[in-house]
């Protein structure tokens, strides 16, 4: 085996670039430096200890929490031509002698363990007979007790590492706050110099949240835009799932439940059947880990409110996993947000208090206003470089018009003084809109002057008002129930006229379909060569996504690749993958492209990387870009859809990013305010590196050009490439 990464990555799992930072991570384990990794879901972190341990002289073992994550990555492996082994629960008495036994032979470069595993005396003392190159910590967030899903078995890795001192170590999480990174490191005795941290961004997620209102038609509605695809629906509860999973069924919908309630056979199999693409649809409860690498899913819906941002991070990031779109949309309603401060308050007293902390993050995010991925990010210690993403809800929606509250305000601020700074929020809107609630009865509220006046606003209203409240600080929020108190600032708008400006929420939710599937390659061929894909991975009891992506299925789909040097070619296609599969999809797609006159494509220099999975377009982006494309100046459209500049660009960025083209012009030089010298270098990098992703044009040019100018100087770039 070579010991060149790059050569490796291209030879045995068929990629041609690296994702950020992969490389790096893998030179410094190479110089044996223990390591800390945080990358997104998606950002390739099984790469960063699987190339190493293809150029390791001995064995690399990688701790997993997750049995059905080990069975996968094993399989993976296997598919590639590596060999690799895991030792769990799962393995008959005889399966795990076998597995030990190779171990102990030299048969094997990968060993997969759950924590508990390898703290057993049998394994432990058979790694110390054997030459270990690497020990890997994967979901490392477990270390530490500030994480979302800390294991005390995780704890105790601390005390195997100094039994192992020739073993680089590698911990790697998708899912850290600043605080939990700080706490790895310490715990493990890592050097703060040897942590990478790559952009918990994923620029392929379409994320929105909705008002929750009738959450089944809601779910309905928004499946619509996913026939035949792979989703996952996280609810509460599990009879909560059940009754969702039965609904859906009984529409048609081919789907299966998943909880802690089932028995284990039945929960195994109803995993397997959505590995295997049997059926398109899980639905589980929120605390549902998948453990697997699934890659095509194409949508995630959260019936119900995720308990933490790193809860919810970590299950959206089981969608697009392949890099293709993919939409996350999370149904939100106060009442879900009661419900989970309910089990708070039966935690001791240092649980309930951090649980408090991350719930009221979560409340946040989904009730803010601006761009979904600036709250998000900050909260993993990451500041998003620009005000609108241009695929989130709020971003598409534009600035939301801030309206005078003012008399609202004083309404809500008055009702929680009259009612003594003693109840949550929605005792008071029972209040304000008039209720005969057993708790208003019992202490007389229908008395005060603040009964029943507002009632010119719904229940949804005055909660997302009261929100706001809390945001400006008006309001203060805390104890055992989540009180409301009047702060000293809100004295300033009871005794005056000074106005408070907010949003009001609208009456009518609104839906934003993003389509799970590009629209520009052959979808008669990607649908044959998925049919092939599944023949060929039903005999291999495999799932169809190790055999290959969709990512992969769909390139081929674009280009119609018609010999091996084409084939090899393709993202996902590495010389054992082209041995095993190569020729039959090479038939498939030479008959299918004879039939039809069809000829090979060539891959465009210079073009986005994505070609092939082009994003699906709104309406709004076609109508702004072929306007542009007509002759309307940026200024025009900025003024005649009355938004910003930076939205028409944005527009415009989705229009050329679907592989569509636009007109010639000067006018993008005009817009940026950099010197000449600048943007011939941001040219030259965009000519070099391509404008799919800005990142690595941003650290190209070290760091001197910021990202508001690159979105306009890499448009300047795409429209020089038409012809």
């Known amino acids: 085996m070579s010991a060149d990464p790059t050569s490796i990555l291209k030879s045995v799992f068929g990629y041609d670039s690296w994702k950020p930072l992969q490389l790096e991570i893998i030179q410094n384990m190479l110089q044996k430096r223990d390591t800390l990794g945080i990358l997104p879901t998606g950002g390739g972190k099984s790469l960063c200890y699987q190339i190493p341990a293809l150029i390791f002289p001995g064995l690399t073992v990688v701790v997993s929490p997750l049995i059905a994550l080990m069975k996968d990555q094993v399989e993976q492996l296997h598919e590639i031509g590596i060999p690799a082994l895991f030792l769990n629960s799962s393995l008959s008495p005889e399966e795990y002698k076998a597995n030990m036994d190779a171990v102990r032979n030299g048969q094997t470069k990968l060993l997969y363990v759950a924590p508990e595993t ?47 001192p ?62 035949n695809q792979s989703g996952i629906i996280y609810c509460f509860t599990r009879q909560q799932v059940e009754s969702l999973a039965n609904s859906l069924s009984s529409r048609g919908y081919s789907t299966r439940p998943y909880h802690a309630g089932l028995e284990d056979d039945k929960r195994k199999k109803n995993q397997e059947l959505f590995i295997h693409d049997d059926i398109q649809i899980i639905v589980a409860t ?129 009702c929680v003084k009259r009612t003594g700074e003693k109840f949550t929020a929605r005792h008071v809107i029972d209040v304000l809109l008039g209720k005969k609630t057993a708790k208003i009865t019992q202490y007389e509220h229908m008395k005060l002057s603040t009964y029943g006046i507002g009632k010119e606003l719904s229940l949804r209203q005055w909660q ?18 989540g009180r409301h108190k009047l ?12 106005p408070v400006f907010g949003t009001l929420l609208e009456n009518e939710t609104r839906t934003i379909f993003i389509e799970s599937r590009p629209v520009e390659y052959d979808q008669e061929l990607f649908e044959i060569l998925r049919r ?58 030479h008959e299918y492209c004879q039939a039809r006159n069809l000829i090979e494509k060539p891959r465009p220099p210079g073009r986005p990387a994505n070609r092939s999975n082009p994003p699906e377009l709104s309406e709004r982006s076609i109508q702004v870009s072929e306007s542009y494309n007509a002759g309307r100046t940026i200024q025009q459209l900025s003024a005649e859809q009355q938004v910003q500049p ?48 800005l990142k690595p044009v941003f650290e190209e040019l070290s760091g001197t050009i910021s990202y508001d100018e690159l979105k306009i100087l890499r448009l300047q770039y795409l429209s020089s490439l038409t012809p």
């Open 646 to 693: 930076d939205t028409i660009l944005q527009h415009l960025w989705n229009y050329a990013k679907a592989g569509k083209t636009l007109r010639q012009s000067g006018e993008f030089l005009a817009l940026s305010r950099l010197p000449l010298d600048q943007q011939a270098a941001a040219l030259e990098a965009f000519t070099k590196l391509g404008a799919e992703r």
């Open 532 to 589: 092939k894909r599944k023949e060929l991975a039903d005999k291999a009891q495999l799932p169809p996504y190790v055999i290959f992506s969709d990512k992969t299925l769909s390139e081929m789909a674009y280009y119609y690749p018609m010999n091996e040097q084409s084939m090899r070619t393709i993202s996902g296609i590495g010389n054992v993958k082209f041995t095993r599969y190569g020729e039959i999809f090479l038939e498939l797609i």
């Open 118 to 164: 390898l703290l057993t005396p049998r394994l432990f003392n058979l790694l110390h007979s054997l030459p270990l190159d690497c020990l890997t910590i994967d979901e490392a967030h477990c270390i530490s007790e500030w994480g979302h899903d800390f294991r005390p078995e995780y704890r105790q890795l601390a005390e195997v590492r100094p039994h192992f």
């Open 464 to 481: 997302h008002l009261a929100r706001q409240l809390v945001q400006k600080g008006f309001l203060s929020q805390g104890g055992k129930y």
């Open 166 to 227: 020739n073993a680089v170590c590698l911990a790697l999480t998708a899912t850290a706050t600043p605080r939990v990174r700080k706490d790895i490191q310490t715990c493990l005795a890592f050097e703060a110099a040897n942590e990478f941290i790559v952009s918990f961004n994923r620029e392929n997620l379409f994320i929105e949240v909705q008002q929750k209102i009738n959450p089944l038609q809601q779910t309905l509605q928004f499946l619509e835009g996913f026939p």
């Open 286 to 414: 929120i605390a549902f880990g998948m453990g697997i690498n699934k890659s095509n899913v194409r949508f995630i819906l959260h019936h119900d409110l995720p308990k933490s941002i790193e809860s919810y991070y970590q299950e959206i990031g089981r969608a697009g996993r392949d890099g293709l779109p993919a939409h996350c949309l999370l149904l939100y309603s106060y009442g879900d947000a009661q419900k989970l401060r309910f089990f708070i308050d039966k935690k001791e007293e240092a649980l309930r208090q951090m649980a408090s902390k991350h719930l009221e993050a979560m409340i946040d995010y989904a009730e803010s206003a601006v761009c979904r991925r600036v709250p998000l990010l900050a909260y993993f210690g990451e500041r998003y470089p620009t005000k609108n993403c241009g695929i989130c809800d709020n971003c598409l929606a534009g600035e939301k018009k801030q309206a005078d509250i003012t008399i609202p305000a004083q309404k809500f601020l008055s």
């Open 487 to 498: 702060t000293p600032k809100a004295y300033t708008i009871l005794k005056s006229k000074q």
